[in-house]
């Protein structure tokens, strides 16, 4: 039996495990494009993600060692606002530089096919930021991932996937709030994450100078980009001596001095209004409480309350539950606690009411007494009766006297 269990755990039957769809190859026309721009199906991937723009970019690795775009994709459904996710349950997808390794990917996610990017990283955890199972998945169905199409999904997995057979050991993910240009950058300078993101834009301007992705270290709860130094980097601690590549030096301070030019001048026109952007720790903890009430199976507003950059909180009207087991059985608690409620108060009704009726009983019957009618009442009936045959009898002898008048008479 133990020679029959070997002999099965073959690779052919493990693969059994996964579902097909995990091995589908890449199109035709992805292929022609890669062999056009010098890469081969196995060649080394970087994906980037933009959230404003809406957009999950793969990048991959050219004979020359640059990287070039290769495919573009609309981002399905994403939650929260711009700006980094600070703890769990708040709903926002990360900000920052992350990296996926083989262990990863996940063939047999329910949301069809996935990877996790690696949040927290090691800037998050020495900034205390939390939050765990950050995805890219298909189902177009997100709370705090990058949920992209099944057809999407399948496509992106793909890549990763020979990139991997093809020895690549780790990709890198970038996730900016927007392509951070210059107009983009002034359009924010004024947001509370402005420092954050200024931070991040270090990373995405050597990546745009060099086309290869970023060496990321962390020190003084800071980013620190293709730092060349002799000493560990301590993710809380002191930075240690460092410096650049002296090509980057150059080719970034001419990077660096077009960029101003240009942020001054956008600084200075008319720009689209910025979009909704998280308002920090205190507006993360909000909607991580929403979070938890819902995954109780609360009442709560339909949408995650919102803060607003002068401290304001914005709770929609509409109130509902989350369809779920846990969500069914608050409602059934909420229902029971209603109806002991309901016959509680009509049991208090029911109460008053006898108490009222018995105190009513209580009180002393008064008879009413009717007075006798008075003498003058009584008689004026009569002598108006007596009256009226004396004024008949005046009238009748006056009528007679007058016929005989008449005859002579």
Not at 127 to 149: E, I, P, Y
Not at 341 to 369: D, G, I, L, R, W
Request: with cysteine; charged share 20%; glycine share 8%.
């Amino acid at each position: 039996m133990a020679a029959f269990a070997v002999a099965g755990c073959s690779e052919s039957s493990v693969n059994d495990f996964v579902p097909q769809y995990a091995n589908k190859q890449l199109p035709a026309r992805i292929v022609q494009e890669m062999n056009a721009k010098g890469m081969t199906r196995t060649s080394p991937v970087l994906a980037r993600v933009f959230k404003e723009e809406g957009k999950l970019e793969v990048w991959k690795q050219k004979t020359n060692g640059r990287y070039d775009l290769i495919a573009s994709y609309d981002i399905c459904k994403m939650s929260g606002k711009l700006g980094p996710k600070f703890t769990e349950g708040d709903r926002q997808s990360p900000e920052g530089f992350y990296t996926v390794r083989p262990g990863q990917m996940n063939p047999n996610s329910s949301y069809h096919l996935a990877f996790n990017i690696g949040y927290p990283n090691t800037y998050d955890r020495a900034n205390g930021r939390t939050g765990s199972n950050l995805m890219v998945h298909g189902a177009c169905s997100s709370s705090g991932c990058f949920s992209m199409t099944d057809a999407q999904i399948e496509e992106i997995y793909a890549f990763a996937r020979d990139a991997f057979k093809g020895g690549q050991t780790e990709f890198q993910v970038q996730s900016f709030p927007f392509r951070m240009t210059a107009a983009n950058m002034a359009r924010y300078r004024n947001d509370p994450n402005y420092q954050f993101w200024a931070m991040l834009k270090e990373g995405y301007d050597h990546f745009e100078i060099t086309k290869v992705p970023p060496k990321v270290d962390v020190c003084e709860k800071r980013y620190v980009f293709n730092a060349e130094g002799t000493g560990a980097f301590n993710p809380t601690g002191t930075c240690p001596a460092f410096t650049q590549p002296q090509g980057l030096q150059t080719a970034y301070q001419a990077y660096q001095s077009k960029y101003d030019a240009a942020f001054a001048s956008a600084s200075k026109g008319s720009a689209d209004a910025p979009k909704p952007t998280i308002a920090g720790v205190k507006e993360a903890a909000i909607v991580s409480d929403w979070t938890k009430k819902r995954a109780r199976g609360e009442r709560v507003p339909i949408e995650p309350p919102s803060m607003n950059h002068d401290g304001t909180v914005t709770v929609t009207e509409r109130m509902g539950r989350i369809d779920s087991e846990a969500g069914r059985r608050m409602a059934a608690l909420d229902a029971a606690e209603a109806a002991k409620k309901k016959a509680a108060e009509q049991k208090a009704a029911a109460a008053a009411a006898a108490k009222a009726a018995k105190a009513a009983s209580a009180q002393p019957v008064v008879t009413a007494t009717i007075p006798s009618p008075s003498p003058v009442a009584a008689e004026a009936p009569a002598q108006a009766a007596e009256a009226a045959p004396v004024e008949q009898a005046g009238t009748t002898a006056k009528l007679k006297n007058k016929l005989l008048g008449l005859f002579g008479s």
